[in-house]
């Protein structure tokens, strides 16, 4: 089983910056994709950014520009750097781990984080 654990979110004025970590517990092998999502009050879940074991990134298009994904293979975590935060960039933020459990495993198999609260307000 894998945990992941995120950390970072607050609550910051307009134009604010926060950084968040997700650290992953548990046994596997590799990592196919790591990445964030959010879900804002009323709304569903949607991308946030994506980075894959080769250093490939995704963004969604309003958060390009602004937020950073890097990856630490090593330490097992994934960190989304946030600039230029706007009100409504307010949600809960999730981490998403897609991985290779073990070395005999065809598939990945997704884990969630419990998700931490954003809010950008002044």
């Known amino acids: 089983q894998v945990e992941l654990v995120e950390s970072g979110g607050g609550l910051v004025q307009p134009g604010g910056s926060l950084r968040l970590s997700c650290a992953a517990a548990?046994?596997?092998?590799?990592?196919?994709?790591m990445g964030w999502y959010r879900q804002a009050p009323g709304k569903e879940r949607e991308l946030v950014a994506i980075i894959t074991s080769s250093g490939d990134t995704n963004y969604a298009d309003s958060m390009k520009g602004r937020f950073t994904i890097s990856r630490d293979n090593a330490k097992k975590t994934v960190v989304l750097q946030m600039n230029s935060l706007k009100p409504e960039d307010t949600g809960i933020y999730y981490c998403?781990?897609?991985?290779?459990?073990?070395?005999?495993?065809?598939?990945?198999?997704?884990?969630w984080g419990k998700g931490t609260p954003v809010t950008v307000s002044s």
């Open positions: 548990g046994s596997f092998v590799s990592t196919v994709s």
């Open positions: 998403y781990y897609r991985v290779i459990l073990t070395f005999a495993s065809v598939h990945g198999v997704d884990y």
